[in-house]
């Protein structure tokens, strides 16, 4: 009587070793594998579980079919600079609402809907730059997406993000004393507090640690952008060194030199923003191997509001933009695509950036590879994320025309796929 269950559970063993994970084939019309300077043709893709198998010439028996045969694939698209738990931030009447306004729950909620946005928009991974003062939310937006709670790209979070204090919204000087205000970052003073905080966010689930490094951006006498530093040396040093101590990478915020260049000797790994950059901070990028996530379109789309309501630093800033990405692309510094998307309303496609870029210098497939594998390399995630190739994961978008004839087009994605799920597949029904 005891050989019987051993004979079963040997029978169950056997077919459950010999079942397959079902096969996707996808035929691709036109193929951009994000590695390669050269779009191949009439090529399938292997989709076998989360993962792509391989890239053959036909398709596997017993496989589904997925007909791009007229479309353009990509690899899934990354934005290594958003805001998901913010919801435009033109004016500080815009940002104030939110962080008075809306309670950490409902702004999560409608973080949730920005999840979905980007993803339908073709962006299966997104590097979040801190919640504005939703404090950890970002972290359970990331496992929701992960559990499959709800549908969103993968999720890299850095919370809070950290300044000194004083130096952020909302100014204490604008309300009572008495009262004491809510902050869109993490206030520190002194290496202890810098050490404590970059330990705190890594211990409620950061994957990044990111400062805003400089702030009162204003023109000197000879017509070049300065600013003030929000943070000592040691304070950076001690950032830096606790994340780096953690195995974790921190990104700065910074417009000119006078936050650059401390932020990058003591070891950002990548400077958002940079619109005043100059060649020393470009030189010592290079040197250093650090990234740059330049954020062009969310400048443009602030600057007039922003003039009109006082601030007319963003505005001034417009002219050295273009220049200042020439320069840098010219030079071989590693550009990521980065958005700030939540500093304009998600209403906004975020693949707008592409248009910038290519506008100011970058060739196409350039812009395309700044958001697959310039961008993975960032992350960390070279081989996983970025890319079609055997091994990745099946993180797959499509668009109906030429994205090197035309950057434009990738506004207008038609098919997404991320670890093999369909989330999207409007291949010729005209986006219907």
Same mark, same amino acid.
């Given at each position: ?8 559970? $040997? ?17 691709? %019309? ?7 300077? &050269? ?9 076998? %579980?989360?993962? *792509? ?5 036909? /398709? ?29 931030? /033109? ?26 946005? $980007?993803?339908?928009?073709? !962006? ?52 009572? @004393? ?26 409620? %689930? ?31 040093? =001690? ?10 990478? !921190? =990104? ?10 401390? =932020?990058?000797?003591?070891? =950002?790994?990548?400077? #958002? ?15 250093? %191997? ?7 379109? *969310? ?20 002219? &050295? ?22 500093? !304009?309303? @998600? ?12 506008? @100011? ?15 993975? #390399? ?14 990745? !994961?099946?993180?797959?978008?499509? *668009? ?18 991320? #670890? ?13």
């Amino acid at each position: 009587m005891k050989i019987l269950p051993c004979i079963l559970l $040997a029978v169950a063993g056997t077919l459950t070793a010999g079942a397959q994970t079902p096969l996707t084939a996808i035929r691709c %019309g036109t193929l951009i594998d994000g590695v390669g300077d &050269v779009p191949r043709h009439d090529v399938v893709l292997v989709v076998e %579980g989360n993962l *792509v198998k391989e890239i053959t010439g036909g /398709v596997p028996a017993g496989a589904r079919v997925i007909d791009l045969s007229h479309a353009t694939v990509l690899p899934g698209l990354i934005d290594a600079h958003t805001h998901i738990l913010l919801q435009g931030d /033109v004016t500080e009447e815009d940002y104030d609402e939110q962080l008075l306004k809306e309670s950490i729950p409902y702004r999560t909620l409608r973080a949730s809907v920005s999840c979905r946005t $980007a993803l339908m928009n073709g !962006f299966t991974t997104l590097r979040d730059m801190e919640t504005e003062g939703a404090m950890y939310a970002d972290v359970d937006l990331k496992k929701a997406v992960a559990r499959g709670v709800i549908d969103g790209p993968r999720l890299y979070v850095s919370t809070r993000s950290i300044n000194t204090t004083g130096h952020y919204p909302l100014p204490n000087s604008l309300y009572a @004393w008495e009262i004491h205000m809510p902050k869109g970052v993490q206030e520190i003073t002194g290496q202890a507090e810098a050490r404590r905080a970059v330990r705190e966010q890594l211990s409620y %689930g950061a994957d990044w640690i990111k400062v805003y490094a400089d702030r009162g951006y204003y023109r000197s006498p000879d017509g070049a952008f300065r600013s003030l530093p929000n943070f000592t040396d040691d304070e950076l040093k =001690a950032i830096g060194d606790e994340t780096r101590a953690s195995r974790k990478k !921190f =990104a700065a915020h910074a417009v000119t030199r006078d936050g650059i260049i401390p =932020a990058i000797n003591a070891g =950002a790994s990548s400077i #958002e923003h940079g619109y005043a950059m100059d060649d020393e901070c470009i030189a010592l990028m290079l040197k250093k %191997g650090v990234y740059w996530c330049p954020t062009i379109y *969310v400048n443009i789309f602030v600057a007039e509001g922003r003039a009109a309501a006082g601030n007319p630093a963003n505005k001034a800033l417009l002219d &050295v933009q273009p220049v200042v990405f020439a320069k840098a692309l010219k030079a071989g510094v590693k550009i990521v695509f980065g958005t700030d998307v939540g500093g !304009f309303p @998600w209403t906004e496609n975020e693949a707008k950036e592409f248009t910038y870029m290519v506008k @100011w210098g970058m060739t196409p497939m350039q812009a395309i590879k700044s958001a697959t594998t310039v961008a993975a #390399e960032l992350l960390d995630m070279k081989g996983k994320i970025g890319e079609i190739a055997p091994g990745a !994961f099946a993180d797959i978008v499509a *668009v109906e025309g030429d994205p090197l004839s035309d950057i434009g087009i990738l506004q207008q994605v038609r098919f997404v796929m991320k #670890e093999g799920k369909v989330y999207r597949n409007e291949v010729g029904t005209g986006g219907r």
